[in-house]
């Protein structure tokens, strides 16, 4: 069992960058359980400003107007000074100063189309939302005015307009109530692929090196044995990294861990675990250094997670890209993780759902493995 021995020496070398990708994983997960909202938003709230209204003209339709501008938004009634003004804006004690010029009403009823002034704090979302709300007033009265209403008909009318409440419904809710386990399996997808790389990777290019290998070819062990004990070393370092990540989840969430969804979730990490063993095989006979080995890894493993749904949800990801996330395992790895965390009973669709998902990353495993044999039968013939 030499080479076995071999195999793991040289683990013990990259056994740091290991622990530090299984630090970075376990930091984004923990972090992402605390920081996501653990409810949705499943409701919607209208947002307020405060408002002052400079009233110099004193008619029914600016006081009509201040009625409906305090109504809708946060009163801030102040006396019309500049000094004053200047320091609330200065002081936040007001966001939006609404003044209405002596003579409106009768400008207005001249079908004469008068000015308010306004003033506000400076790049405010919040002034152009009230600026339209006064547009939109005003020319509401406008309309029944021109239809033959009297302004005093006409405000009424208004009044009666906007009195009508628009209901909101959140066809869809944003952000879902997620359990801490949830991003732990979400973001475990990340720290298995970069520990089985650097793993497996590093062992490989020991073992191609010139002088090694020529020792081992003029050995009496056979080709078979050799690889043998290489596929030895990998499945027990597989499993290692299985066992101690389903540990950490134990000791970290517990009860939750026994829950159906997350054994469903033990199990769908187990199969991506085969393939990112296969991955960090076919990285490793394809690179020609270590430094080669860290470049394609975090690209390749970063790219499958951007692209996948892990980093960044599905829903807000472009069509196009939902479309080539379904070329690459993380994406079925996500929807195992989605379904099995999200649904309460499982029915017989949500468990076809899953094994797809799971069968899925098998495929990709098996493409790999088989990629990875072409790729060492043309090394030997090259040798």
Same mark, same amino acid.
């Given at each position: 069992?030499?080479v076995?021995?071999t195999? @793991? ?5 990259n ?16 972090t992402?359980?605390?920081v996501?909202?653990?409810?949705g938003?499943a ?6 400003t405060s408002?002052?209204?400079?009233d /110099? ?11 409906y501008?305090y109504? /809708?938004?946060?009163a ?5 000074d500049q000094s004053?003004?200047?320091d ?20 207005f009823?001249g079908q004469?189309?008068?000015?308010m002034?306004?003033?506000?704090v ?20 406008r309309?029944y005015?021109?239809?033959g209403?009297?302004?005093e008909?006409?405000l ?7 009195a009508?409440?628009?209901p ?9 109530? /997620?359990?801490?386990v949830?991003y732990?399996f979400?973001?475990?997808?990340y720290g ?7 793993g497996?990777?590093?062992v490989?290019?020991?073992f191609?090196q ?15 044995k /050799?690889?043998g004990?290489i596929?030895?070393?990998?499945l027990v370092?597989a499993?290692?990294c299985?066992?101690i990540?389903?540990l ?12 159906t ?6 199990l769908?990490?187990?199969? @991506?675990l085969? @393939?990112?063993?296969a991955l ?8 020609k250094?270590s ?8 690209v ?10 892990v ?17 690459l395992?993380?994406t079925w ?12 009973? @499982?029915?017989?669709q ?7 998902g799971?069968?899925?990353q098998?495929?990709?495993a098996?493409?790999?493995v ?10 030997q013939r090259?040798?």
């Amino acid at each position: 069992m030499q080479v076995f021995k071999t195999f @793991f020496a040289v683990v013990r070398k990259n056994i740091g960058l290991m622990c530090m990708y299984t630090g970075i994983f376990v930091g984004i997960a923990i972090t992402m359980a605390n920081v996501v909202p653990a409810e949705g938003g499943a409701s919607f709230q209208e947002t307020k400003t405060s408002v002052t209204v400079i009233d /110099r003209d004193n008619s029914a339709l600016s006081a009509a107007i201040t009625n409906y501008l305090y109504g /809708r938004q946060t009163a801030v009634p102040l006396e019309d000074d500049q000094s004053v003004l200047q320091d609330a804006l200065y002081r936040r004690v007001t966001s939006y100063i609404l003044f209405i010029p002596a003579g409106y009403e009768q400008a207005f009823l001249g079908q004469a189309s008068p000015e308010m002034e306004t003033a506000q704090v400076p790049d405010s979302y919040s002034g152009a939302y009230v600026d339209n709300q006064v547009e939109s007033y005003v020319k509401t009265v406008r309309a029944y005015t021109q239809a033959g209403f009297g302004l005093e008909a006409a405000l009424e009318a208004a009044q009666a307009d906007n009195a009508r409440a628009v209901p909101v419904a959140l066809t869809q809710t944003v952000v879902q109530s /997620r359990a801490g386990v949830y991003y732990f399996f979400q973001f475990l997808c990340y720290g298995m692929a970069m520990v089985m790389i650097f793993g497996l990777a590093p062992v490989l290019l020991a073992f191609s090196q010139k002088g090694l290998a020529a020792r081992m070819n003029a050995s009496a062990l056979p080709l078979r044995k /050799r690889n043998g004990q290489i596929g030895l070393g990998a499945l027990v370092l597989a499993l290692l990294c299985f066992v101690i990540y389903m540990l950490m989840a134990a000791i970290i969430y517990r009860d939750a861990m026994l829950a159906t969804g997350a054994l469903i979730c033990m199990l769908n990490a187990f199969v @991506f675990l085969i @393939f990112s063993t296969a991955l960090g095989l076919l990285i490793g006979m394809v690179s020609k250094n270590s430094n080669m080995v860290t470049a394609i890894a975090n690209v390749v493993v970063l790219a499958m997670c951007f692209l996948g749904g892990v980093y960044v949800p599905k829903e807000v990801l472009g069509a196009g890209v939902q479309t080539a996330g379904k070329f690459l395992p993380t994406t079925w790895y996500m929807q195992v993780v989605d379904t099995a965390t999200t649904t309460t009973e @499982f029915t017989q669709q949500a468990m076809n759902t899953i094994w797809q998902g799971m069968g899925m990353q098998l495929i990709f495993a098996a493409a790999l493995v088989s990629v990875a044999l072409v790729v060492s039968k043309y090394r030997q013939r090259t040798a």
